[in-house]
T-cell receptor, first 115, second 115 residues
């Protein structure tokens, strides 16, 4: 079946550097993508989302890039801070309006911040 | 606090037993989703309810069922529990039948341990 997956299970970066977390998806019908952050003992926390009619979207210190040609999604975190340490998940949905079928999540990337 | 409330936070029970997990969605949200997070399967969509009606089913076992009540809170019932059912169970809510720009809002989860 189709799935969403992440390229790297663990990413270690120096505090203050920029982080890039990648995600590949295989469902060409995917229309809506979300990045979540999950800290230990907590539920996934929304970071940023993007719809398939966009290539880029920026938030506070975060940018999501979508390349539909190669079915690739990335999350860029600027000036990484210790509080950014967490597992990051990409998720996708083929339904941009109705919301049925829930989200398909990738396996997750553990971001480790080195002091 | 995400606004989505899940109880209990922790649950330990024996194989063969039945448990009920409860979720109160964020105020104003009509749609509730249930997800299971295990080490080997990651985050898996189980089922969605919208305004009291079942809307979509994911990888939910026949031993599991859910419902959404008139006050919009939802319960996930897990029966004939097996060791492999040990996992984190998350509830998420959205405002409409689908998503909002800020994505699905997750609760803190219920950690179920089957012994």
């Amino acid at each position: 079946g189709e799935s969403v997956g992440l390229h790297l299970p663990t990413l270690s970066v120096q505090e203050g550097d920029n982080s890039i977390i990648n995600c590949a998806y295989s469902n060409s019908a995917s229309d809506y993508f979300i990045w979540y952050k999950q800290e230990s003992g907590k539920g996934p926390q929304f970071i940023i989302d993007i719809r398939s009619n966009m290539d880029k979207r920026q938030g506070q210190r975060v940018t999501v890039l979508l390349n539909k040609t190669v079915k690739h999604l990335s999350l860029q975190i600027a000036a990484t801070q210790p509080g950014d340490s967490a597992v990051y998940f990409c998720a996708e949905s083929p339904d941009s309006g109705g919301g049925a079928d829930g989200l398909t999540f990738g396996k997750g990337t553990h971001l480790i911040i080195q002091p | 606090d995400s606004g989505v409330t899940q109880t209990p936070k922790h649950l330990i029970t024996a194989t063969g037993q039945r448990v009920t997990l409860r979720c109160s969605p964020r105020s104003g949200d009509l749609s509730v989703y249930w997800y299971q997070q295990s080490l080997d399967q990651g985050l898996q969509f189980l089922i969605q309810y919208y305004n009291g009606e079942e809307r979509a089913k994911g990888n939910i076992l026949e031993r599991f069922s859910a419902q959404q009540f008139p006050d919009l809170h939802s319960e996930l019932n897990l029966s004939s529990l097996e060791l492999g059912d040990s996992a984190l169970y998350f509830c998420a809510s959205t405002g409409t039948g689908g998503h909002r720009l800020e994505g699905y809002t997750f609760g803190s989860g219920t950690r179920l341990t089957v012994v």
